[in-house]
């Protein structure tokens, strides 16, 4: 006697099971089978993770305009730069040359970060178009956010107009640096003067910037930035006055 042969699809499945496979079809019950709903993008992007700090990105700039770095740390930061700077170069010229390229890309971001600040606090931002305001600024508003303090003195070259100096007693970066007696003629400021290079240069008053140690009894570590302009700005400047 021949017995029909069940489908091969349900040939391992009894009876009670082919009832389980009914209740278990997509058909039969969706409820088993649906998937959690996913949660919504905005708030998987917005709401930060417990124990995650949030992103630098994300902070307002103008929130952190008084915002202070720790001296040590700035301190240590500064010198590994200048260890790391020394091991790679053929002389002391060399050395400074590097560490006023690093200020004056320092310096470009400096100026943009100000130039953002000034914009988006004032109505009425302000653009200086002459040079000795300009100098000004970058004397009292760049010294004040990169170092925390205005530099000291601007002076005016007697022998030549085309030379102007800022003086800083005692430059934050050099007061925890040692400079060895056979590289006494190095100055570490060649950062700063890197910085008021870019400054000068985004403002659109072209600058040949160097730093020189400058001495005396009251303050060691006084030292002098040297801005020779180019002859376009003093050209410049007498249209101005004409």
Known sequence: MSYAQPHPRFSV???SSLASADHLSPAASSTRFSLPS??????TLTTPRPGVRPNIYDRNLNKTRTAEVSASAFAFLFSEVVQYTQKRVSGIADLERRLNTLGYRVGTRVLELMSWRNESSS????????FLPALMSIHTQVWRTVFGKPADAIEKSVENP?????????PPITRNISVPRDMSQLSCSSFSAGIVEAVLDGL??????????????LYPNRTTILIKLEKSVLEREETFKS
Do not use: Q
């Open 13 to 15: 499945l009894s009876s």
């Open 123 to 130: 109505k009425t931002p302000k653009r200086e178009i002459r």
């Open 162 to 170: 085309d030379e102007y100096m800022i003086i800083d007693n005692d």
């Open 38 to 43: 996913a949660p919504s993008i905005n708030t």
């Open 204 to 217: 659109g008053f072209p600058a040949r910037v160097t730093a020189h140690n400058t001495p005396n009894e």
